[in-house]
């Protein structure tokens, strides 16, 4: 097998999924070819991603006339066609699932962002897509909001498999590994298997660095400038640090020999937003063991055309991470701060992808009654 940066990343430990579904993805052969060439193992989507699916194809046209036709609300209308393309992607993927144990294969869905703040809604509508989706590789993404967590909780000890969504800080991410820790537990107790239960805790990078940064140019000297695109990085090492801590803990000892497994970071939001930046730089930076890159097709691909993968860069940089963090702490930027603003404009960006999506197939529906 001929070595490609995407090999060489895969063979470290970083399982590469794909942030992008759509119905022309599924029936073009796109997915498949870039699980055959690129080790694309999972696809990720959110209503950002749906949204553009939807209003850039007429591939939904007739399947919204038939939904119009049956009556259906749009609302219902948007997660009938999610349901059939996260199905079509499942299905596709199901032959990966199987290989890895589970481990990947795996194709994730968001509940409504509409729900953000909405602990039982949560509940109850990750068990419902579930259900409907009805397949074992399935995950249900619930933002890591304080709603959010204990729906967390709940929908593990279901036995269901989640996709912990919009967490920005070390604090945040420490919550959600102890909301998968109580599921498991809850989990244990209803009587289901744990190692069916799989969960990954989506920590994001370059909106990190694309809000601190901003703050570094405002301070605008030699040393806040020599701060910039460094920041999202330590950030996410320090991540994996807590997330080595956690899981050799005491408490995560005793559920792994109940069968508990890792529930692993998942890089997100990890396309360049400074174009000075090499374009598969929060791909290559954060190649380490036991996480998952969920990234777009534009970054696979300049990770396969320029990435430079130079092996594990996070287990040795914990210290040089920390000294990061306090340099721009020292220049009067919370970091804190920085991360409760970003999880709230994260749901405020979904929010309005969801309802821009509603509108487009609110306004297709009533063109095709």
């Known amino acids: ?27 073009s052969g796109s997915l498949a070819a870039l699980m055959e060439h690129n080790h694309v193992v999972g696809v990720t989507s959110n209503p950002t991603i749906f949204a553009g699916a939807v209003s850039g194809s007429d591939s939904y046209t007739g399947d919204l006339a038939d939904l119009a036709r049956a009556g ?15 199905q079509g992607a499942c299905d596709l993927m199901r032959p990966v699932f199987d290989s890895t144990d589970g481990l990947d294969g795996r194709v994730s869905l968001e509940v409504s962002p509409l729900l953000a703040h909405d602990t039982s809604g949560t509940i109850e509508q990750a068990k419902d897509l579930w259900n409907r989706v009805d397949r074992p590789n399935l995950m249900i993404k619930i933002p890591a909001t304080k709603a959010g967590l204990p729906a967390i909780s709940e929908a593990i000890g279901e036995g269901i498999s989640v996709n912990v969504t919009l967490i920005f800080s070390l604090e945040r991410y420490g919550e959600v590994i102890d909301a998968y820790f109580d599921g498991i537990e809850k989990a244990q107790a209803a009587g289901h298997s744990l190692s069916a239960i ?21 301070v605008n000297t030699p040393e806040a400038t020599a701060l910039r695109s460094l920041s999202a990085v330590a950030n ?12 050799n803990s005491g408490r995560a000892q005793g559920l792994k020999q109940k069968g508990m497994n890792n529930q692993r970071p998942l890089w ?21 063991a036991d996480v998952v890159n969920t990234m777009p097709e534009k970054t696979l691909m300049a990770l396969e055309a320029v990435g ?55 306004n297709a529906m009533e063109g095709s009654a």
Do not use: C, N
């Not at 799989?198 to 405002?218: E, G, M, N, Q, T």
């Not at 996410?236 to 899981?247: G, I, N, S, T, V």
């Not at 000075?276 to 380490?288: D, G, W």
């Open 72 to 86: 259906v609300t749009p609302e219902e209308a948007v997660f009938e066609v999610m349901i059939r393309d996260i």
């Open 268 to 288: 997100a939001s990890t396309g360049v937003k400074d174009p000075s930046l090499p374009p598969a730089y929060y791909v290559t930076e954060l190649a380490v």
């Open 236 to 247: 996410a090492r320090l991540a994996y640090e807590l997330f080595l801590e956690r899981h």
């Open 308 to 362: 430079v993968v130079e092996g594990d860069r996070v287990t040795g940089y914990f210290d040089a991470a920390r000294e990061t963090l306090g340099a721009v702490e020292d220049l009067g930027i919370s970091l804190a701060q920085v991360t409760d603003a970003l999880e709230q404009d994260g749901v405020e960006k979904f929010v309005q992808s969801w309802r821009e999506l509603l509108e487009t197939v609110a």
């Open 1 to 27: 097998m001929t070595s490609t940066p995407s090999l060489e990343i895969s063979q470290i430990g970083v399982s590469i999924w794909l942030d992008d579904l759509s119905k022309d993805r599924l029936t």
């Open 198 to 218: 799989r969960s990954v805790a989506s920590f994001f990078v370059s909106r990190v660095d694309a809000a601190i940064d901003a703050k570094l140019d405002a």
